[in-house]
């Protein structure tokens, strides 16, 4: 049998997960395995974009989509402000984009739809172990950054979300590479229908190179920082604060 390094690099993740999930917690509390996970995160980040470069994710037919696709994180949002813009149908709300740009933006849903559009059905591949393939519809991340204009110090990309998980804010960072790569899109659309409000709505991250929960949902406020230091835990994402995944989960 034959394995992808797709599959390779997912298990490898998958177990890792599982690792840092169970009883081992405290003996990845140490210092020194701490140290050498991030040694091997970044020898993991480079092997990875070496073998891939600008390569995209496999993307399949209709007929292959999933006929169920399992809801990931958090499924509602108990903030106020989202909950009127989620009664509103979302007509009033807008997604901001600012930091260390030259045109800081506020861009409202119907901007985003109008925007040329790109669909792709993909494969959602969860670090818990399941996969589903659906289809998503939204503007390129590029187009936006495009509008605002990164200033030369901008290093990576911090999605602010709506929802609260574990009593804390949620937020997901990538890089720029990631950022420009064709297939990282702001969907509002999955399976051809506006996203529900379990699978994100109004808009989520689709970075398609990457583990699921990379892919940020309940999206409000894109920041472009020059460093991730000093930003929650200022690790780039609740759960690498936590200490449970990976920054970089590339597939």
Same mark, same amino acid.
């Given at each position: 049998?034959?394995?992808?390094?797709?599959?390779?690099?997912?298990?490898?993740?998958?177990? &890792?997960?599982?690792?840092?999930?169970?009883?081992?917690?405290?003996? =990845?509390?140490?210092?020194?395995?701490?140290?050498?996970?991030?040694? /091997?995160? $970044?020898?993991?980040?480079?092997?990875?974009?070496?073998?891939?470069?600008?390569?995209? /994710?496999?993307?399949?037919?209709?007929?292959?989509?999933?006929?169920?696709?399992?809801?990931?994180?958090?499924? /509602?949002?108990? $903030?106020?402000?989202?909950?009127?813009?989620? &009664?509103?149908?979302?007509?009033?709300?807008?997604?901001?984009?600012?930091?260390?740009?030259?045109?800081?933006?506020?861009?409202?849903?119907?901007?985003?739809?109008?925007?040329?559009?790109? =669909?792709? %059905?993909?494969?959602?591949?969860?670090?818990?172990?399941?996969?589903? %393939?659906?289809?998503? =519809?939204?503007?390129?991340?590029? &187009?936006?950054?495009?509008?605002?204009?990164?200033?030369?110090? /901008?290093?990576?990309?911090?999605?602010?979300?709506? $929802?609260?998980?574990?009593?804390?804010?949620?937020?997901?960072?990538? $890089?720029?590479?990631? &950022?420009?790569?064709?297939?990282?899109?702001?969907?509002?659309?999955?399976?051809?229908?506006?996203?529900?409000?379990?699978?994100?709505?109004?808009?989520?991250?689709?970075?398609?190179?990457?583990?699921?929960?990379?892919?940020?949902?309940?999206?409000?406020?894109?920041?472009?920082?020059?460093?991730?230091?000093? %930003?929650?835990?200022?690790?780039?994402?609740?759960?690498?604060?936590?200490?449970?995944?990976?920054?970089?989960?590339? %597939?």
């Amino acid at each position: 049998m034959i394995l992808s390094r797709r599959r390779l690099i997912q298990a490898g993740a998958v177990g &890792a997960g599982g690792l840092l999930l169970s009883g081992c917690d405290r003996l =990845t509390r140490k210092p020194e395995v701490l140290d050498f996970l991030g040694q /091997a995160e $970044d020898l993991h980040r480079v092997t990875q974009r070496g073998l891939a470069g600008d390569a995209l /994710a496999r993307e399949f037919s209709e007929s292959q989509m999933s006929p169920t696709f399992r809801a990931n994180g958090s499924l /509602a949002v108990a $903030d106020p402000v989202y909950r009127a813009h989620f &009664a509103q149908g979302f007509s009033q709300w807008a997604l901001r984009v600012d930091g260390l740009v030259a045109h800081p933006l506020m861009l409202p849903l119907s901007a985003l739809k109008a925007m040329p559009q790109r =669909t792709q %059905i993909t494969r959602h591949d969860c670090v818990e172990g399941w996969s589903a %393939i659906g289809k998503w =519809t939204g503007p390129r991340l590029a &187009a936006l950054l495009d509008l605002a204009r990164l200033r030369p110090e /901008a290093r990576y990309l911090v999605f602010h979300c709506a $929802d609260l998980y574990g009593g804390r804010p949620y937020y997901e960072s990538i $890089d720029l590479v990631e &950022a420009f790569h064709p297939q990282t899109i702001l969907a509002w659309a999955m399976n051809g229908q506006p996203l529900e409000e379990q699978h994100g709505a109004p808009l989520r991250l689709r970075v398609e190179r990457q583990l699921g929960y990379k892919h940020a949902k309940f999206v409000t406020r894109i920041e472009a920082v020059a460093s991730l230091a000093g %930003i929650y835990g200022g690790k780039g994402g609740y759960w690498e604060d936590n200490g449970r995944y990976a920054w970089y989960a590339g %597939i």
